[in-house]
């Protein structure tokens, strides 16, 4: 079912969005060649809980860390580790918190010093497909103008969109209905609503869309061993105009 959220819970979700952003957007100057992934889950919990929220993603179905810390051809789930990131990587960095009950989420890819230009390219198209699936989500949409603009925009640029994960509906869940997928046709699914709460988060690979969950059980990782990046934003879909990004400073 899906939930419309009332002003009060969106106030709430906004605080948790907030700490979302300032913690990433500290992780993001601290992303350097030489420091572990390890020692970027600890600075996003420190982050997080100094500012009164719960790491939403520790612990939850059994993960082990605050972030989820995917490096390269890791596409999503990425367990934060003794691994050192190298000039020229690409890390996903994706992070939720609770307050009050209520979750934000939001998620990022940057390069680790200077990368490949073609690397540089893909971080850039993610992002842009994102920004494209948030301009549709506006009162009397449907659900898959999301999707479709994400993937019109991804395959134009001769990337392939991650389909086994998707973005969701968010609030006293970390994942709730409905269901945002990167692909579709347009024109389909419910029609949107003002009050909706949704997580928007491209997924998308340099080479083909196939993806394998390694033995640990999170991490997700290309089949080609291509690149792959991830970015994602908490939104509310307003009365009038444009949506409200919750996870944006």
């Known amino acids: 079912m899906i939930?419309?959220?009332t002003p009060d819970e969106i106030a709430v979700m906004a605080q948790a969005s907030k700490v979302v952003a300032e913690t990433l957007q500290i992780l993001q100057k601290a992303v350097r060649a030489g420091i572990t992934t390890d020692e970027l889950d600890r600075l996003a919990e420190e982050e997080i809980r100094s500012r009164g929220a719960k790491p939403a993603f520790k612990?939850?179905?059994?993960?082990?860390?605050?972030?989820?810390?995917?490096?390269?051809?890791?596409?999503?789930?990425?367990?934060?580790?003794?691994?050192?990131?190298?000039?020229?990587?690409?890390?996903?960095?994706?992070?939720?918190?609770?307050v009050g009950g209520f979750y934000g989420d939001?998620?990022?890819?940057?390069?680790?010093?200077?990368?490949?230009?073609q690397n540089?390219?893909?971080?850039?198209?993610?992002?842009?497909?994102?920004?494209?699936?948030?301009?549709?989500?506006?009162?009397?949409?449907?659900?898959?103008?999301?999707?479709?603009?994400v993937q019109k925009h991804v395959e134009s640029a001769g990337y392939s969109v991650v389909t086994e994960f998707v973005g969701h509906g968010i609030g006293r869940q970390l994942h709730e209905e409905p269901q945002v997928p990167n692909y579709g046709k347009p024109g389909q699914g419910p029609r949107l609503q003002a009050g909706?709460?949704?997580?928007?988060?491209?997924?998308?690979?340099?080479?083909?869309?196939?993806?394998?969950?390694?033995?640990?059980?999170?991490?997700?990782?290309?089949?080609?061993?291509?690149?792959?990046?991830?970015?994602e934003h908490t939104i509310v879909i307003e009365p009038n105009g444009p949506p409200r990004i919750l996870s944006q400073l």
């Open 196 to 231: 909706m709460v949704l997580a928007i988060e491209p997924m998308v690979n340099m080479g083909g869309a196939a993806v394998k969950v390694l033995e640990d059980r999170w991490t997700a990782v290309t089949v080609d061993g291509s690149f792959s990046a991830h970015f």
């Open 106 to 117: 939001s998620a990022v890819t940057v390069p680790v010093g200077r990368t490949a230009e």
């Open 59 to 98: 612990g939850y179905r059994n993960y082990p860390k605050t972030l989820c810390a995917s490096v390269n051809d890791q596409v999503v789930h990425g367990i934060p580790s003794k691994r050192v990131l190298k000039e020229g990587d690409i890390i996903g960095l994706d992070l939720g918190a609770i």
């Open 120 to 149: 540089a390219r893909l971080v850039q198209v993610t992002e842009e497909a994102m920004y494209l699936g948030i301009q549709q989500a506006v009162v009397g949409h449907r659900l898959s103008d999301i999707s479709y603009a």
């Open 3 to 5: 939930i419309l959220k």
